[in-house]
């Protein structure tokens, strides 16, 4: 499975960027799928993801503020995210677990202040 990210881009803080994740196959079948992302500096960290039965964790960092969504028809997940700040730039990238782990290549997002 090969994850393509974008949306991301310079955003002014309290914006609310969407961004995309699009599988090359079909994601019907996967129950682990979401966002992670990496600050400068900073470790990976979990910012949402489906785990199965139709669950979805969040990260503390972003939750109440993030919303992920997933459109099984277009084999695409999204990443929905309010009230940006500048603590929130960061590389954003999508993962998907099925039998093996897969990453994409991320999309840049810079929050100005």
């Known amino acids: 499975v090969q994850l393509q990210a974008s949306g991301g881009g310079l955003v002014q803080a309290g914006g609310s960027p969407r961004l995309s994740c699009v599988a090359s196959?079909?994601?019907?079948?996967?129950?682990?799928i979401g966002w992670y992302r990496q600050a400068p500096g900073n470790q990976r960290e979990l910012v949402g993801i489906f785990t199965g039965g139709g669950d979805i964790n969040y990260g503390p960092s972003v939750k109440g503020r993030s919303i992920i969504s997933r459109d099984n028809a277009k084999n695409t997940v999204y990443l929905q995210m309010n009230n940006l700040k500048p603590e929130d730039t960061a590389v954003y990238y999508c993962a998907a677990y099925c039998r093996q782990g897969y990453w994409g290549q991320g999309t840049h997002v810079t929050v100005s202040s």
């Open positions: 196959g079909s994601i019907s079948s996967i129950n682990i």
